[in-house]
């Protein structure tokens, strides 16, 4: 199942310092270097999600190409704090399959949800790897022609909770997904929502008071009158409040976490609000999901949040995407927030094509590791690169 892969390792002394002051300008100063920026993968290869291991090193998940069947398989990396490629693996290279979202296992294990491909149609997928990356067991979900899980969480009692997409014979019509199973994967129930033409989960979070959350949006098949869409179960399912932020004009929730007072924090991109074309949109909410406070920022182009992270005191960092900031192209954009969602910093990084952050982990220094993809510093391998960094503001 494992395999050898092109590695390289950026130097990042002055590449990034370069890329950033060149057009369009950076006067706000954003622009800053990674202390280290590792690039892994061949031809097509993405990141999707990363954890922490118990030693310290990163975990990247992320799909590429398979070197068995030509298709699109998952794949594993593990990755040292300071940016050597210690191990990786490929997954689900024979029937095909996309990786999504990983969590630890307190026996040392993984867990990782995502979508494989069935005679069929496409389903949900859950992987349990043991602390060898042996596969202890799989389980697929799917009642419908397409289904397809995004997120991953565990809840306080060591269930395993899957939110995502289904659809009929329509690809373009779809409806949210969201499943409890036991710790060995045995579905305990599963949850079709819908609103709207066309919704999907994106983010899932499980709150301190055993709350389930699940975040994306909703709206039509053209994806021009998007609303954010967040609901809220209980540990048994029942749809106990649904929440649809935004305004008139497209607006997207892609990330979630549960906050420190017992509620909850989502992240994404707005139309309806903001000062250019899409911003970096966050909102927050207590336990009762009423609105706390919103969060808007970013420049004339586009700004996009695809992950955050909570770091004591209330503070907030982002990840996702700028157009208006860097170097052209997407730039990598970190943001930092206070607990009332006003605006510490903001930080890019990148090249002149395309590279945007899916993933951000408190690291070493005061820094936080970061996981995505690139056009930019793709290299001899051409296409799109997965990368891994650590980024101290």
């Keep these: 199942m494992s395999g050898s892969r092109s590695c390289r390792t950026i130097l990042l002394l002055g590449l990034f310092a370069l890329a950033c002051s060149a057009e369009p300008a950076d006067p706000q100063g954003l622009a800053r270097e990674p202390v280290w920026l590792r690039t892994f993968g061949t031809a097509w290869s993405t990141a999707a999600a990363a954890a922490l291991d118990e030693d310290g090193s990163l975990l990247v998940l992320g799909n590429t190409q398979s070197e068995q069947a030509g298709r699109d398989c998952a794949w594993l990396v593990r990755i040292s704090a300071e940016g050597t490629l210690l191990r990786e693996m490929q997954f689900w290279q024979a029937e095909g399959g996309m990786a999504s979202a990983l969590v630890t296992d307190p026996s040392g294990g993984l867990l990782v949800s995502g979508t494989v491909q069935a005679e069929t149609g496409a389903r949900a997928a859950l992987l349990a790897l043991d602390d060898a990356w042996d596969v202890r067991w799989q389980r697929c979900y799917g009642e419908f022609a397409q289904q397809s899980a995004s997120a991953l969480a ?177 730039d990598v954009w970190l943001s930092a927030l206070d607990g009332r969602g006003e605006v510490l910093w903001r930080h890019c990084f990148g090249g002149p094509d395309e590279d945007e952050a899916a993933a951000v982990l408190p690291g070493p220094g005061g820094g936080y590791f970061l996981a995505g993809s690139s056009i930019s510093y793709a290299d001899e391998a051409g296409g799109r690169v997965a990368f891994a960094a650590l980024f101290v503001p």
Excluded at 161 to 170: C, K
Excluded at 257 to 278: L, M, N, V
Excluded at 305 to 325: C, F, I, P
Aim: charged share 20%; aromatic share 8%; hydrophobic share 35%.
């Design 154 to 330: 565990r809840d306080g009692e060591g269930n395993l909770v899957l939110a995502g997409l289904a659809s009929g014979e329509d690809a373009a019509r779809t409806h949210g997904w969201i499943a409890r199973t036991d710790p060995g994967g045995e579905l305990l129930w599963q949850r079709h929502l819908e609103r709207g033409q066309a919704s999907a989960f994106r983010a899932l979070a499980v709150t301190g008071e055993g709350m389930i959350a699940a975040a994306g949006y909703t709206g039509s098949p053209s994806g021009q009158d998007r609303d954010g869409w967040i609901a809220l179960l209980d540990p048994e399912g029942e749809l106990v409040r649904e929440l649809t932020p935004g305004g008139a004009r497209q607006d997207e929730l892609h990330a979630l976490i549960s906050g420190e007072s017992g509620g909850i924090i989502a992240a994404g991109k707005t139309f309806s609000r903001g000062a250019g074309d899409f911003d970096q949109w966050v909102v927050a909410y207590d336990s009762d999901g009423d609105a706390l406070w919103e969060s808007v920022t970013g420049g004339e182009s586009c700004e996009c949040a695809q992950t955050l992270v909570q770091q004591g005191a209330g503070r907030l960092v982002t990840a996702g995407w700028t157009q208006t900031y860097g170097a052209g192209g997407y």
